[in-house]
């Protein structure tokens, strides 16, 4: 099986080298940047391309793996037929890529993923999506090489999972960061943080993670909420953060609490 890929992005890296490891074929590497272009094709073994009309026909899976504003543009540039053709993205529809081929889907690696930091493919979860059987077959083939965590999902599920993704990683690392910038600001080691952080990741592995709620906010403690507030008056924008997040807990398990109550 050949492969072109669409992107020289995060994605498109590691999904590149994942696929080589599994020993396919890179054909092409398309970048609109022909640098960025070929530096991921000199580490596979393909082609850099930095322009679509060059994309070669002869490949039998074509990986758009580029920011979701751009799938459209780029697949309405390629000429497929019936070559699959698949996007990497957890936001959009799979039926974006309807008109371009008659073998279509969604490949969406469910990980934070980075160019810089090396990434174990076989632990990543691959969400997939299906226009037919035979691209069912061919890709589920595929993606069980690179990972064997694999789930079928439709485009809405896909859309939620995706939202609560971003929710659960990108907004936990935004708070790390204020924890980072506010504990260096007092000069203060943000280090004495992380055996906090990995504990509590460590936690959900086996618990709800509303049946581990700690904290001021879930005991309702009005007076240490004022302190910590106080504390932040230096960054309104930070107080905000804190203020609604400790309000919305506190409505939730308290709230809770006088549900259980009554029953």
Same mark, same amino acid.
């Given at each position: 099986?050949? /492969?072109?890929? &669409?992107?020289?992005? %995060? ?15 890179? !054909? ?22 930095? %322009?679509?009309? #060059? ?19 780029? +697949? ?5 037929? %019936?070559?699959?053709?698949? =996007? ?8 974006? &890529? ?5 073998? #279509? ?17 076989? !632990? ?20 069980? !090489? ?6 079928? #999902? ?13 929710? +659960?990683?990108?907004?936990? %690392?935004?708070? #790390? ?24 990741? =460590? ?21 240490? /909420?004022?302190?910590? &507030?106080?504390?932040? !008056? ?30």
């Amino acid at each position: 099986m050949e /492969i072109v890929i &669409l992107g020289s992005g %995060n994605v498109a890296t590691h999904l590149a080298f994942a696929l080589k490891k599994a020993e396919y074929h890179i !054909k092409q590497v398309y970048s609109r940047d022909i640098d960025h272009a070929k530096h991921l094709a000199d580490g596979i073994g393909a082609e850099p391309i930095d %322009n679509l009309l #060059y994309i070669t026909t002869e490949a039998d899976v074509y990986v758009i793996a580029v920011k979701d504003e751009a799938i459209l543009e780029v +697949a309405s540039e390629l000429r497929l037929r %019936n070559k699959i053709l698949l =996007h990497t993205s957890g936001s959009t529809d799979m039926d974006v &890529l309807k008109p371009f081929s008659s073998s #279509y889907g969604v490949l969406y690696p469910l990980q934070t993923i980075s160019k810089e930091v090396e990434l174990d493919f076989s !632990k990543v979860p691959l969400i997939l999506e299906f226009s037919d059987q035979r691209t069912k077959e061919e890709i589920l083939n595929m993606a069980f !090489k690179l990972s064997p965590i694999i789930h079928e #999902y439709n485009s809405e599920q896909r859309r939620c999972l995706h939202l609560a993704a971003v929710i +659960a990683c990108n907004f936990s %690392n935004y708070l #790390y960061a204020i924890a980072h910038d506010f504990l260096t600001e007092k000069k203060v080691d943000f280090d004495l943080l992380k055996p906090l952080i990995s504990e509590t990741a =460590h936690k959900i592995q086996s618990h709800d993670p509303n049946a581990v709620q700690t904290g001021p906010a879930v005991r309702n403690d009005g007076n240490i /909420i004022r302190k910590h &507030l106080d504390l932040l !008056k230096a960054h309104p924008n930070w107080q905000q953060v804190y203020e609604l997040i400790s309000e919305d807990i506190v409505r939730k398990y308290w709230k809770e609490d006088k549900q259980n109550e009554t029953k």
